[in-house]
Nanobody
Framework: QVQLVESGGGLVQAGGSLRLSCAAS????????MGWYRQAPGKQRELVAA???????NYADSMKGRFTISRDNAKNTVYLQMNSLKPEDTAVYYC???????????????WGQGTQVTVSS
């Protein structure tokens, strides 16, 4: 069994900051890519940022400069530091990972349960 557990969401005023965490646990040999996506009500899920195990990072253009993704490979944990939050950042934020298990199985697009971020104006 593999789990991705997000934490750190909540309610914050515009201009504030939040730090999301996502910890992967279970039968995990390695994790290639870990990332964050978000889905606002009535909208499609979109990429926020992703990071490979050797530190290559990809941000959605609209997130550059305000959001910072980082990763602790030893802890199988990915973080998302969100600054200067805006009401339009309100969404459910999902952790996503590309996992290889000890038995060689590959879990592509493995998702966490999501954490709500609400930014008030």
């Amino acid at each position: 069994q593999v789990q991705l557990v997000e934490s750190g969401g909540g309610l914050v005023q515009a201009g504030g900051s939040l730090r999301l965490s996502c910890a992967a646990s279970g039968s995990i040999f390695s994790i290639n890519v870990m990332g964050w996506y978000r889905q606002a009500p009535g909208k499609q899920r979109e990429l926020v940022a992703a990071i490979t195990d050797d530190g290559i990072i990809n941000y959605a253009d609209s997130m550059k400069g305000r959001f910072t993704i980082s990763r602790d490979n030893a802890k199988n944990t990915v973080y998302l530091q969100m600054n200067s939050l805006k009401p339009e950042d309100t969404a459910v934020y999902y952790c996503n990972a590309d996992i290889t298990q000890y038995d060689g199985r590959r879990l592509l697009d493995y998702w966490g349960q999501g954490t709500q971020v609400t930014v008030s104006s």
